[in-house]
């Protein structure tokens, strides 16, 4: 009877769920496109993962970026999972792209034709619509990324890493929306963790008090993006897909709101370096008496100038590796 009880709950929760995806498509047909093959794919239930854009406008140059996304996507579908880029384009939140799609938007970084898209910019973006000949763009960050899946039925979303509390969050309040948005919505982040740029125990302590269960792959401490190494422990280790998709629709059944955090640890040789190079920037920054909202700045600029092109073929690594997992 017990076993009866919980499956006529999942399968409640699982009807509510695609009555959400249903009221969506109908009600928001003029802001929201879902391109043909993600919309088959979500009404009959086959597994759909989401990716961001601004990692393709802004994350890398051109044609690197194009690169990246279009293999990020082959990966996906080489393992049967229908590919989501997910992104705003002249005033419609299109949730995936064609191959031209694709190109245009890789090219609309450098060409001023793409605004980073954070949660609260979405209305902006759509209401207000700018007169050009050219398209426009809105690159969805991790948190847009989440709200636009979510509202499109889509559970899971794959990126490079999640922003979080910067260093002397607590005294600037400089904290990233995505942790905002994965208190609110609920979707699966699949991550290489937090740059280790940002305060990243604190950024885990905002995710504690905002009652987001945050997950290791297969490790014990949490992954500071480029290295798989940054002395905090993570708070639950989880050793399959499995293990994920249970600790997800447990969260469904309670009528959790919350998202949920899978990191996973970079494999890629470089990462170390790159990891020396940061903690080496931010011994500098502290004796230079750089501080605030310049800290970042300096420190991109150092890592850039004493890695070579070694964090941009990183930072490619681990997207992939991750939409590997």
Same mark, same amino acid.
């Given at each position: 009877?017990?076993?009866k009880?919980?499956l006529?709950?999942? +399968?409640?929760?699982?009807?509510?769920?695609?009555?959400?995806?249903?009221?969506?498509?109908?009600?928001?047909k003029?802001?929201?496109?879902?391109?043909?093959?993600?919309?088959?794919?979500?009404?009959?239930?086959?597994? *759909?993962?989401?990716?961001?854009?601004?990692?393709?406008?802004?994350?890398?140059?051109?044609?690197?970026?194009?690169?990246?996304?279009?293999?990020?996507?082959?990966?996906?579908?080489?393992?049967?999972?229908?590919?989501?880029?997910?992104?705003?384009?002249?005033?419609?939140?299109?949730?995936?792209?064609?191959?031209?799609?694709?190109?245009?938007?890789?090219?609309?970084?450098?060409?001023?034709?793409?605004?980073?898209?954070?949660?609260?910019?979405?209305?902006?973006?759509?209401?207000? +619509?700018?007169?050009?000949?050219?398209?426009?763009?809105?690159?969805?960050?991790?948190?847009?990324?989440?709200?636009?899946? +979510?509202?499109?039925?889509?559970?899971?979303? %794959?990126?490079?890493?999640?922003?979080?509390?910067?260093?002397?969050?607590?005294?600037?309040?400089? *904290?990233?929306?995505?942790?905002?948005?994965?208190?609110?919505?609920?979707?699966?982040?699949?991550?290489?963790?937090i740059? !280790?740029?940002?305060?990243?125990?604190?950024?885990?302590? *905002?995710?504690?008090?905002?009652? %987001?269960?945050?997950?290791?792959?297969?490790?014990?401490?949490?992954?500071?993006?480029?290295?798989?190494?940054?002395? *905090?422990?993570?708070?639950?280790?989880?050793?399959?897909?499995?293990?994920?998709?249970?600790?997800?629709?447990?969260?469904?059944?309670?009528?959790?709101?919350?998202?949920?955090? %899978?990191?996973?640890?970079?494999?890629?040789?470089?990462?170390?370096?790159?990891?020396?190079?940061?903690?080496?920037?931010?011994?500098?920054?502290?004796?230079?008496?750089?501080?605030?909202?310049?800290?970042?700045?300096?420190?991109l600029?150092?890592? !850039?100038? +004493?890695?070579?092109?070694?964090?941009?073929?990183?930072?490619?690594?681990?997207?992939k590796?991750?939409?590997?997992?």
């Amino acid at each position: 009877n017990k076993l009866k009880t919980m499956l006529a709950q999942r +399968h409640l929760a699982i009807i509510r769920h695609y009555a959400i995806i249903n009221r969506t498509l109908t009600t928001s047909k003029s802001i929201i496109k879902i391109k043909e093959d993600v919309q088959d794919a979500i009404l009959n239930g086959k597994p *759909v993962v989401a990716l961001e854009s601004t990692i393709i406008a802004h994350g890398f140059p051109y044609p690197e970026n194009l690169q990246v996304a279009k293999e990020a996507e082959r990966i996906l579908r080489s393992k049967n999972v229908v590919p989501a880029t997910i992104a705003v384009k002249d005033g419609s939140c299109r949730i995936g792209l064609t191959e031209e799609e694709l190109e245009d938007l890789a090219k609309s970084g450098k060409a001023g034709r793409a605004r980073k898209c954070s949660t609260r910019d979405l209305p902006i973006i759509l209401g207000v +619509h700018e007169n050009s000949n050219e398209t426009r763009w809105g690159a969805t960050t991790v948190a847009s990324t989440m709200k636009l899946a +979510h509202l499109a039925g889509i559970s899971t979303f %794959v990126t490079g890493g999640i922003g979080g509390v910067h260093r002397d969050g607590h005294v600037t309040m400089d *904290v990233s929306a995505d942790l905002t948005e994965l208190s609110r919505t609920p979707v699966v982040v699949v991550s290489a963790g937090i740059k !280790s740029i940002l305060d990243i125990k604190r950024t885990l302590e *905002v995710l504690e008090t905002n009652s %987001v269960p945050t997950l290791g792959w297969k490790t014990d401490e949490f992954p500071a993006f480029f290295s798989p190494y940054s002395g *905090v422990k993570c708070p639950t280790r989880v050793e399959s897909a499995k293990d994920v998709a249970s600790i997800y629709w447990s969260a469904r059944d309670l009528n959790m709101p919350q998202g949920m955090v %899978v990191a996973v640890p970079n494999d890629d040789p470089a990462g170390a370096n790159i990891e020396k190079a940061i903690q080496d920037a931010l011994k500098e920054a502290k004796e230079l008496d750089i501080n605030g909202q310049d800290v970042t700045p300096f420190i991109l600029k150092y890592v !850039s100038e +004493h890695t070579g092109g070694e964090s941009l073929r990183s930072n490619a690594a681990l997207v992939k590796h991750n939409v590997t997992i």
